[in-house]
């Protein structure tokens, strides 16, 4: 069953804590994205990643840190410098070969501060 | 970077007529243009994607126009259900990189 999983589904941290969200996808993509979706405000990009071992920030990136070590993997970690991290998070890839662009999403994580 | 607005942030419409949502985007270096629709606690799902060398796309009830000149482009959905009621969200996505950049989305709701 070919697809994007991201887990957890809902993840609370208390103050001062760094959290880790996973992405992992089987799709054989080589483009990976992390957004984050607040109300109103649409999905803003995070970081993305093009190739294993490289990635670039998004319009959001800061408090946030990403590594790609593996295609399939793209985990996030939501350090303590990021002052609202209350948010949904989501995971996407697209294989962006010739016409083979579309970007498939994740299920999502809900991120609470508490 | 790329910028894109997108108009308006909430519709409603009555059970069988037709919605438009409109996006504009800054950088005419971009050349896809996807469309994704996101229901209520689901994940974005693309609907319809239009790329920079067609002015026009349709797919049953839904269809995208893209005017280059003036950097818009817009979803039409005719005969409108209320299974239609979701989220919908724009996107660019310029050639040579892979950031997608989307809209602030809109909420359509189908009233019967």
């Known amino acids: 069953d070919g697809g994007i999983t991201q887990s957890p589904k809902y993840l609370f941290r208390k103050e001062g804590q760094n959290v880790t969200l996973s992405c992992e996808q089987n799709?054989?993509?080589?483009?990976m994205y992390w957004y984050r979706q607040d109300p109103g405000q649409g999905l803003r990009l995070i970081y993305y990643?093009?190739?294993?071992?490289?990635?670039q920030k998004g319009d959001i990136a800061e408090g946030y840190s990403v590594s790609r070590e593996k295609k399939e993997s793209f985990p996030l970690t939501v350090t303590s410098a990021q002052k609202n991290p209350t948010a949904f998070y989501l995971c996407?890839?697209?294989?962006?070969?010739?016409?083979?662009?579309?970007?498939?999403f994740g299920q999502g994580t809900r991120l609470t501060v508490v | 970077g790329e910028n894109v607005e997108q108009h308006p942030s909430t519709l409603s419409v009555q059970e069988g007529d037709s919605a438009v949502i409109k996006c504009t985007y800054s950088d005419s270096a971009s050349n896809y243009f996807p469309w994704y629709k996101q229901e209520l606690g689901k994940r974005p799902q693309l609907i319809i994607d239009?790329?920079?060398?067609?002015g026009e796309k349709k797919d049953q009830r839904i269809a995208v126009t893209l005017n280059k000149t003036a950097k818009h482009f817009s979803l039409h959905i005719t005969e409108t259900q209320p299974e239609d009621s979701a989220v919908y969200f724009c996107?660019?996505?310029?050639?040579?990189?892979?950031?997608?950049?989307f809209g602030t989305g809109t909420q359509l709701k189908v009233e019967l």
């Open positions: 239009i790329r920079s060398n067609v």
């Open positions: 996107a660019a996505k310029t050639g040579g990189g892979n950031k997608l950049t």
């Open positions: 996407a890839s697209s294989r962006d070969r010739g016409s083979d662009t579309e970007a498939f």
């Open positions: 799709l054989n993509h080589d483009a």
């Open positions: 990643s093009q190739i294993v071992n490289d990635f």
